[in-house]
């Protein structure tokens, strides 16, 4: 299960949303989980605007997830660069995978390019209030005062 986490404001959705999946039809389950999903677009499309110094990172950008969360995900195939440009991680220099180069090395720094976190910041206000209307329309959905 995906969670949804706002990791600078220390805010966890995963409880909440857990809680209302349980008490929810199925048909409200699948309606709130494709509203979560378009509310956490508006992170996903930041990043892909914060990832533009790649050709590869913006097209691998995807929102996954249902009813109990959703996360946004970058990277795999699609851009394997992703990782080490979040995360500033070690990396093989065109090497390929599974080459005796790749596992003994030399690996190489990466410098940092952190386009999801600065992707957080940039829409956690428009991204709070998506998921809050989101979690409110829920809870009356579903009977809660």
């Known amino acids: 299960m995906a969670k949804t986490t706002v990791v600078q404001g220390g805010v966890s959705a995963s409880a909440t949303l857990r809680s209302l999946s349980v008490s929810s039809s199925p048909e409200a389950k699948k309606a709130m989980a494709k509203r979560l999903k ?3 677009e508006v992170v996903a499309d930041a990043a892909r605007s914060t990832s533009g110094f790649s050709t590869r990172i913006p097209a ?4 996954i997830g249902g009813t109990s969360g959703v996360s946004i995900r970058a990277g795999g195939k ?3 660069n992703a990782y080490p ?3 500033g991680a070690r990396h093989p220099l065109f090497a390929p995978r599974g080459s005796a180069r790749y596992t003994k090395g030399p690996w190489y720094p990466q410098p940092k390019k952190p ?3 600065e992707a957080e910041a940039i829409a956690i206000e428009p991204a709070v209030e998506a998921f809050a209307n989101v979690i ?3 809870l009356a959905m579903t009977g809660w005062k």
Do not use: N
């Open 85 to 87: 440009f979040e995360t």
């Open 136 to 138: 409110d329309d829920w």
């Open 78 to 80: 699609i851009a394997p």
């Open 60 to 63: 691998s950008i995807r929102v």
């Open 38 to 40: 378009e509310a956490a």
């Open 115 to 117: 386009f999801l976190e």
